[in-house]
């Protein structure tokens, strides 16, 4: 048996999720049928964190096993050619027989957009999140800091699931790094009247966090948290005392999906491929 | 009657182009069905340019006149409202009685994006051309500026029609500035096997194109034959020789509508509303 690498990028938008399910187009499905159809053989496809449906990725890792005599650049040409536009594979490698992308997966980044202008691109509205009303965003930098280090993330989490639920079955995690940048998009300050709000606000905010894995739904009620801290529904120390809490009720909402993209997973480098 | 003038931005991927058509999804044919559904009237929307199916737009104009006594940014709010988001209305003002957005546009510039990189990100593929195979940076960028200045464009224009035909029915046109410009697309570094076939090649070449007005796919064709000057088809100093032989055949292709994009309309300080 071979042992495969793929690095996917992909745009949810008109997909149900990464994981295969009966009737509905997904990611881990589109990609697995045409794995399956080049080797004939029931390919199993293993990802680094299953993401939802409607969320991106730049920096997916796949890994599956094949008895196939095809190479990494041939199965690369064959999903590209087969797959749709919005499902690529960026790169292919064959990877050491043990290799498996969700198990040895050390850290993962994803980014959340939110965009502040009062009119959406047309060409941004399937990756960002429309919030274009006043925020404190020095306090949502400040507080963003605050999901740093290693924490009891109930309260951040999904009712039930996890993402890579194989793995562990604690609520802590820990989180290398979490910050909130402000972004100035190029050819937005030639429209005056679409420019946010508030004089001197961002066009765009970019929640960025990377952590050794991730509870379900926790990026994105982290994010509801920091805007609730923005409109000053939350204090900055309310974060550490959810983290005690362990209450989800008590913690921001759940973002939408589409401003969230996983941009990248790292392993370590004894685990490159 | 008041004049109302947009500055609209689309995605033309899932549009007929921006001419109203019987039964079929247009850029025109949607604002247009808003706009009379808000005021009651029969407007007549009026563009710069009129966009081929596919073409993309960042800064288009249009004008129409109405009876209405909303105002322009009730207008603006309308229209984003009702219409899908892959059209916005990233401006509106109350102009003068006599504005027109076709006759009193001085300028126009047109982007063209040709992604060089081995695969095309599913966030792009909808905006660029994918031309991965070698090319002659130097030399297009080179035949790039021969576009400019006052020339007969017979051999870079459709058989028939004009961008803009109720204006100008002479095939010379003005270009101020036409320029190849090479993209360092950010993230694509951190990918080896998706950059350009070629060592030292830029991910992404950018064609602008400024100019008082084109003829109907004019800027496709001269990209087409851009490309042909980097494939080594065709001369550098074939471009004036196009000029002088008035003949399309001799030209390089029209290259496919979705890499181009109307980026900006720019009118005299006295029509600027």
Same sequence: chains 1, 2.
């Avoid at 507080?143 to 802590?172: L, M, Y």
């Amino acid at each position: 048996m071979r042992n495969f690498k793929l690095t996917l990028a992909y745009d949810g938008t008109d997909f149900h999720g990464w994981q295969i399910q009966p009737g509905l187009s997904t990611i881990q499905g589109e990609i697995t049928a045409v794995l399956r159809k080049v080797t004939q053989e029931n390919i199993v496809l293993h990802a680094a964190g299953r993401t939802d449906a409607g969320v991106h990725a730049q920096g997916q890792v796949a890994n599956f096993q094949t008895q196939s005599h095809l190479n990494a650049q041939e199965f690369q040409r064959a999903l590209n050619a087969l797959l749709p536009p919005a499902i690529r594979v960026l790169a292919a490698e064959e990877a050491g027989p043990d290799f498996h992308a969700r198990w040895h997966a050390q850290a993962k980044t994803y980014h959340y957009r939110i965009w502040r202008g009062r009119v959406v691109p047309p060409f941004d509205w399937r990756y960002v999140l429309h919030y274009p009303f006043p925020l404190d965003g020095a306090a949502m930098a400040e507080a963003a800091r605050h999901f740093e280090g290693e924490h009891d993330f109930t309260s951040f989490a999904a009712s039930t699931g996890s993402e890579d639920e194989d793995r562990e079955r604690t609520p802590v995690r820990e989180i290398f790094r979490s910050e909130l940048r402000s972004i100035a998009v190029p050819g937005c300050e030639t429209i005056a009247s679409n420019r946010p709000a508030v004089v001197g606000e961002p066009d765009e905010l970019l929640f960025a966090v990377r952590g050794r894995s991730f509870l379900r739904y926790m990026v994105r009620k982290m994010v509801g948290t920091l805007i609730d801290v923005g409109k000053g529904r939350l204090a900055l120390t309310d974060i550490p005392r959810l983290f005690e809490l362990r209450d989800r009720s008590k913690s921001g909402p759940t973002v939408p999906p589409h401003g969230l993209c996983l941009v990248a997973v790292e392993y370590p480098e004894a685990r490159r491929v």
